[in-house]
């Protein structure tokens, strides 16, 4: 019997059953290189095979991806055109159970850097089949999907590494520091927004006629039918809620990662929106979203964080010039306000300040800016180089997802909350549910029964 067949026969059992071999996944040599398989390298994925393919702890093996027209569009100018033939030996695929399959002995770790409603599917498989895995954020598209490949990478002891770049830079570090230091007092808020306004305000038209290079059906993989239309692939699908996550699944797991890891926020308590009428097909294309985490940072035990998407932003902030919020060019930005001053960096994870230059300066000339007591990553804002090295060396990643689930559903709860504009919604994490609004509960999961073909067995919903 073939193993995908063995995998599939698991169905009424529930979940997936692993095979003695994903159980133990091996990790490399100290002195070898991870032989590595790229899902969706056309998109996403062409800066993920850039870097591994570079990299001395990683060698490209396999390459898949359902649209022919992309790949060739992504590898066009001189300089990718130089990489695409340096990868012509590579055998490469469209479908990716097929590719696992077929050189499942050849293939230590798979990259997904697919659109999201495809990330729990394709990383659940390679899981499966004993492979280490590499996704691009948000680890997913729901809740339960998060928290599934968490369990499912725990079981079968494989490293783990979500591409939140920003995890691997200095900031979350640097302000950690300085809050233990007592430059910034108490946390009072964390604003945070960007100019990302995923979404659609009618349903998409269908294309009469899928490109002959694009595998459609592949491409939807466990969603459900949807006619194929031009206007959201290759990009759009973001704003559709039957694939994408929004504004907040594309950047949140960007700007937030910093504060979420510098004060251990974990989930929130009680979220509640101000988001553009949401539909059925579509989220908004913008939002105000306050969440409120129960935290010893925060004044009185709470930290409040209040995101903006869509060229949404705040009035006032404590310590901030009104003409920076005023001007359009700053579109994308995050500020910590403490008791004692103000701060702010690069979403990107770096050049963390004092709003307060004169204060800064002379917290440098008393040299009571603190020391870099937090171990910082050899591989900064590179965490599919921290992924390989990690799987080489047998440790634990950065971004693993232990971490990346939790932090995912930070970013999926805000997106619920816009489902219910308006409302307060009180979470329970331990039971994944709303206490106040029992009808918010079943947009933790999917709202779609996935099609069973793409999944290594049936998920027990």
Known sequence: MKRRDFIKGTAAMGSIMFLSSAATAKVKGANSRLNVAVVGWGGQGKYTVQILHSGKDSQITALCDVDDDRVKKTYANERDAELFKSLQPIKKFRDYRVMLDKMDKDIDGVCVCTPDHSHYPISAW?????????????????????????????????????????????????IREWFDAGIMGQVEDIYAWTDRNWGFDQPPVPTPKVPDTLDYNLWLNVAQYQPYSSQFIPFSWRGLRNFGTGSAGDMACHFLDNPYSAFNLGAPSRIYSDALPSKDFSWPKASSIDMYFDNKYGVDGVVKLHWYDGGRKP?????????????????????????????TFQYTGSGVRLTDRDAQVELMKAGKIPAKTIPRNRFPYNPQADWANACVEGRMSESNFEYAAPFTELALLSMISCIHPGRELRYDSKSMSFPNLPEADKFTRSLYSYRSEFLPSAPKL
């Not at 899981?127 to 997913?140: D, Q, R, T, Y």
């Not at 809740?143 to 691997?168: F, S, Y």
């Not at 010039?321 to 001007?327: I, M, V």
């Open 126 to 174: 390679a899981i499966s089949k004993g492979k280490h895995v590499f996704c691009e954020k948000p680890l997913a598209r729901t809740i339960w999907e998060a928290r599934e490949l968490k369990r499912l990478a725990k079981e079968a002891g494989v490293v783990t590494q979500m591409g939140n770049q920003v995890h691997t830079n200095d900031a979350w570090r640097t």
């Open 315 to 343: 009035e006032s902030i404590k310590r901030v010039d009104p003409e920076f919020l005023k001007d359009p060019k700053n579109r994308n930005c995050i500020f910590i306000v403490g008791t004692k001053h103000t701060m």
